[in-house]
């Protein structure tokens, strides 16, 4: 697959079908994960494959607006491994980035995914650091729901000129 096309057209699914992701796929989508740039090239991330239908409604209780979850036959859990990287914006932008190749990943297999975020809010980050029994070091960052796409979601333009600046401002 072209980089652009899958850059251009994933969207956020939110709908899945029941069908199952095989172990196969979601190790290729954690290789993905593990290979987004790291500052320092720490590597400092963490991940909790979600696949048990229970500990999935437990986490909807905790984030109610996530309405997919109802559906996501399997999850992934970012964290950030604070013992390995000390400075947290350096976690929460190397988790991003991860995050994000998971998402590339899973549109290349034809899965589609929604990024839920966790880190936000303090809320959701104390009880689901508490729900998968995370260790002090280990912060939860964002949730990747999965599941093959039951609807198709399309989006704007979004290349705007007046949003690009030359050297400087
Ligand atoms: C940091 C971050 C947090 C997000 N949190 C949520 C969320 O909690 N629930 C949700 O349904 N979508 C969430 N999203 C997905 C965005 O709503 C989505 O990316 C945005 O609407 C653009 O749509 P697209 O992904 O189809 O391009 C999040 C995305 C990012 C980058």
């Not at 859990?77 to 899973?106: F, H, R, Y």
């Not at 959701?124 to 002090?136: D, V």
Request: charged share 25%.
């Amino acid at each position: 697959m072209e980089i652009q096309e899958a850059l251009l057209n994933r969207r956020s699914i939110r709908k899945y079908k029941a069908q199952q992701i095989s172990g196969e796929n979601i190790n290729k989508m954690l290789k993905a994960a593990m290979y987004a740039p790291s500052a320092m090239n720490t590597q400092a991330w963490q991940f909790v494959v979600v696949d048990n239908k229970q500990t999935m409604m437990d986490i909807f209780k905790i984030i109610p607006h996530a309405e997919m979850l109802k559906q996501t036959v399997k999850a992934i859990l970012v964290c950030g491994d604070v013992s390995v990287e000390k400075n947290e914006t350096w976690i929460l932008e190397n988790c991003s980035a991860a995050t994000q190749n998971i998402q590339l990943s899973a549109y290349g297999l034809g899965i589609g995914s929604c990024w839920i975020s966790v880190y936000g809010s303090e809320d959701t980050f104390k009880k689901i650091k508490s729900l998968f029994n995370l260790p002090e070091n280990i912060i939860p960052f964002s949730l990747v729901s999965l599941g093959y796409p039951d609807e198709e979601v399309k989006t704007e333009e979004r290349f705007k000129e007046e949003k690009i600046h030359f050297n400087k401002w």
